[in-house]
């Protein structure tokens, strides 16, 4: 167990629905990064969020937003969705740290079916 | 463009043997390359990570090899038991700036150690 928890582990939705994932990170860690995986395209990132400011941005669709909370939560949004986005969806959490060169612990997943 | 390539995709092991994946970069600014293992319905989970001032690290049965001239490196599991299989992804991350790491994955191989 990573002590990164994701809710919820499946979700079934329809096409032009929107989602909203969400991912507590590790107690003491700051930071908290987006993945999506998927068959084809494999493990991609998507954005990165540090104490509630977004850091950076990957291969990620202007669909897609997210944000993290004072709590240190965060959320990813996903809207007008495709067929195309059901994938497993991963945030990964860590504190920066120049001499551990950033360790990335990664939660459960969530499952998304787009139908 | 595929920054990190593994190979291969997968990998069929007799118990006791040693299971060997490989991974080559492209982009020398990289300057952290985890290994991930993950089981079906898991998320991603750190298994050992290497910097490239260090050409060989070990831990238990888990080596990184790295090369950095050749922009390679490889995981070598001795001793492969049936608990792991699981697929494996070679990683690499930078610091991108504003304090970020995100990590940029292979493909994953998929190893199956047989009894």
């Known amino acids: 167990d990573s002590g990164v928890t994701q809710t919820p582990k499946h979700l079934i939705t329809a096409t032009g629905q929107r989602v909203t994932l969400r991912c507590s990170p590790r107690?003491?860690?700051?930071?908290v990064y987006w993945y999506q995986q998927s068959l084809d395209q494999g493990l991609q990132f998507l954005i990165h969020?540090?104490?509630?400011?977004?850091?950076a941005k990957g291969n990620i669709l202007e669909r897609f937003s997210a944000q993290q909370f004072p709590d240190l939560h965060s959320e990813l949004n996903l809207s007008s969705l495709e067929l195309g986005d059901s994938a497993l969806y991963f945030c990964a959490s860590s504190v920066p740290d120049s001499i551990l060169y950033n360790e990335q612990f990664f939660g459960p997943g969530t499952r998304l079916t787009v139908l | 463009q595929q920054q990190v390539k593994q190979s291969p995709q997968s990998l069929i092991v007799q118990k006791g043997g040693i299971s060997i994946i490989n991974c080559a970069y492209e982009n020398t600014a990289f300057d952290y390359f985890p290994w991930y293992q993950q089981f079906p319905g898991k998320g991603p989970a750190l298994l050992i990570a290497i910097r490239p001032d260090v050409s060989e690290k070990k831990e238990g049965r888990f080596t990184i090899s790295f090369n950095k001239s050749a922009k390679q490196f490889s995981l070598h599991i001795m001793d492969s038991q049936p608990g792991d299989s699981a697929t494996y992804f070679c990683a690499a991350s930078m610091h991108s700036g504003a304090g970020s790491y995100q990590l940029t994955f292979g493909k994953g191989t998929k190893l199956s150690v047989i009894p």
């Open positions: 107690s003491g860690d700051l930071s």
């Open positions: 969020y540090y104490n509630g400011e977004e850091r």
